[in-house]
């Protein structure tokens, strides 16, 4: 473990380094860089943007691997624009940055000093090739009450459907994509009889940048990439379905770990995600004492949208305790039942990590005296208590998910209470299901008071369970007032001062590309009052 870990640590402070100036537009010694006869569209992974803050945003492409010639070299220059049209009349900044094989040929730019709450475009140049255009924003200022239009998705597995969903968002034109993870999977997909990802099981860092390689070939996530910032978490699928924290999940491949092991293979994960996704380089530079903890990247964190909303971003994997009582060691099978484990209340068992739980909890201190009128939590999964028992035969819970930390959750949902935190709105994805319901402080008494909102959203294309049970699930869970696991599809969340109002917009067939959308079920929450009220 501790050789495993120093070499992770090592490879980790190259990395940063590069990262660093790749996003700062630093230049290394000529000898590095080369400038390729392309073999076809280098930009052909398309453009994104995404973590936008009132004067800054960042900005994404990745040259294509199949473009590269043999003798490509380490690096590309890289030339970006910013303008404030399509045309690129008005050119506000431009610059030159590298795109090096050690990132995967990967792009980041952070251009500062931008004017609050505004649009611009943006594109990229490399070797005679030019990018598709894209379209960002920056937050408003701290001062101003700016509506807000959020999509939430999360959730798209190649193998299970087309990524249609993605066109009809974009005609939607949400201000920004709140992805909450799942972005892909790491599984062979070789029993679909839609369409299969190829390249077997997904363990090395060269197979997981070829399977973000496969999904951003996808022209309506590419097009929806381009047409405005997205701010993003992951879930489990990016490293290893069920993982927690530095413990391994489900899925060992054929012949075992062999000499990668698990911390190698989460390394090796986290790098192609950092690579893949319009991430600032300060995600790299928060490292966890202690070289156990193998590679960390710091995505937690708070975006304000002006006076309006304040967006806590949770990681819920990385710092993760392992799960408690699971079956003959067997996670996907984890519904558990909490008077048979004896672990299941441990005060000392966490979703987050102390580290993230303390910043929460800060945060939500604070929250006051930044006088947002909305407070959105945006992390993985389903916040609320779901048993999944049948009538009167005791608790059934999953031990994945909240339920599995209860203690935890109890920290998290007392502390909104104790810090009398404004209009508490929980997002959420991962379990392929549109639940809507209240937020209780305490989910051991049915009595408990209301202290927020939950709306957590369906997948893209990923698979519910074959048999729909949310009806009886509803009458056990009597805090939801909604559910549905027969639809694919996204969130869409409009907020103002004075109320949220959700639609919840569904496929009616992922398996088709021209599949058609209609909204499912709309909602309102006003603000003041931690009550879903269903108006469509």
């Known amino acids: ?10 490879q980790r402070r190259r990395w940063l380094a590069l990262a660093a100036a790749s996003a700062a537009g630093g230049v290394f010694p000529s000898k590095a860089w080369s400038q390729p006869r392309w073999r076809s569209d280098p930009f052909a992974l398309g453009v994104a943007s995404g973590n936008p803050a009132a004067d800054s945003v960042v900005l994404w492409t990745r040259i294509a691997p199949q473009a590269l010639p043999a003798d490509a070299g380490n690096g590309v220059v890289v030339q970006w624009e910013l303008a404030d049209d399509a045309a690129f009349s008005r050119i506000r900044q431009r610059g030159n940055t590298q795109a090096l094989a050690e990132l995967g040929w990967s792009v980041h730019v952070e251009p500062a000093g931008l004017e609050p709450n505004r649009h611009y475009f943006y594109r990229f140049h490399a070797a005679g090739a030019t990018s598709t255009v894209g379209r960002t924003r920056t937050l408003p200022a701290s001062t101003q009450l700016q ?4 999509a939430y998705a999360s959730c798209q597995k190649w193998e299970d459907g087309y990524f249609t969903a993605w066109r009809h968002l974009r005609q939607d034109a949400p201000d920004v994509v709140l992805f909450l993870g799942d972005y892909i999977y790491e599984y062979p997909g070789t029993s679909s009889k839609l369409r299969t990802p190829g390249g077997g099981w997904v363990l090395t860092l060269q197979q997981y940048r070829a399977r973000y390689a496969l999904y951003k070939t996808d022209p309506d996530l590419q097009a929806m990439h381009a047409a405005c910032p997205w701010v993003l978490t992951w879930d489990d699928h990016e490293v290893q379905n069920d993982y927690a924290g530095v413990n391994p999940g489900d899925g ?13 293979r989460r390394a090796a994960a986290y790098q192609a995600y950092y690579e893949n996704m319009p991430l600032r380089a300060s995600v ?6 202690g070289l156990a903890q193998g590679a960390e990247m710091r995505i937690y964190g708070r975006l304000d949208w002006g006076r309006l909303a304040s967006l806590y971003l949770l990681d819920t994997r990385q710092y993760k305790d392992a799960q408690a009582c699971t079956k003959d060691g067997k996670l996907g099978s984890g519904l558990v039942s909490p008077g048979r484990c004896p672990a299941w209340a441990d005060p000392q068992r966490s979703m987050l990590g102390l580290a993230q739980e303390q910043w929460l909890q800060a945060q939500w201190a604070q929250a006051a005296s930044r006088g947002s009128v909305w407070n959105v939590l945006c992390q993985s999964t389903l916040l609320g208590q779901r048993d999944f028992a049948a009538e009167g035969s005791g608790q059934r819970l999953w031990n994945d998910g909240w339920d599995g930390y209860a203690a935890a959750r109890s920290r ?11 209009n508490p709105v929980v997002l959420g994805g991962d379990v392929h299901e549109n639940w809507v319901g209240h937020v209780l402080a305490d989910y051991a008494r049915p009595d408990s008071a209301v202290v927020g909102v939950e709306f957590c959203g369906t997948s893209i294309t990923s698979h519910a369970g074959r048999e729909d049970r949310t009806a009886q699930q509803l009458e056990r869970n009597p805090h939801f007032v909604f559910a549905d696991s ?4 996204y969130g869409l969340a409009r907020f103002d001062e004075r109320q949220l109002s959700v639609q919840l917009r569904v496929l009616d ?9 209609s909204t499912l079920a709309g909602f309102r929450v006003l603000a003041g009052v931690p009550r879903v009220e269903r108006t469509g």
């Open 284 to 289: 790299l530079t928060k490292a966890v004492a």
């Open 509 to 517: 067939d992922v398996t088709r590309q021209d599949a058609s959308i």
């Open 252 to 264: 060992v491949p054929p012949g075992g770990w062999d000499a990668l092991g698990f911390l190698g």
């Open 412 to 422: 998290l949902t007392q502390a909104l209470q104790t810090h009398r935190v404004a």
């Open 486 to 489: 027969r639809h694919r599809g």
């Open 147 to 150: 509506p807000l239009t959020l």
């Open 1 to 10: 473990m501790e050789l495993e870990s120093a070499s992770l640590l090592l």
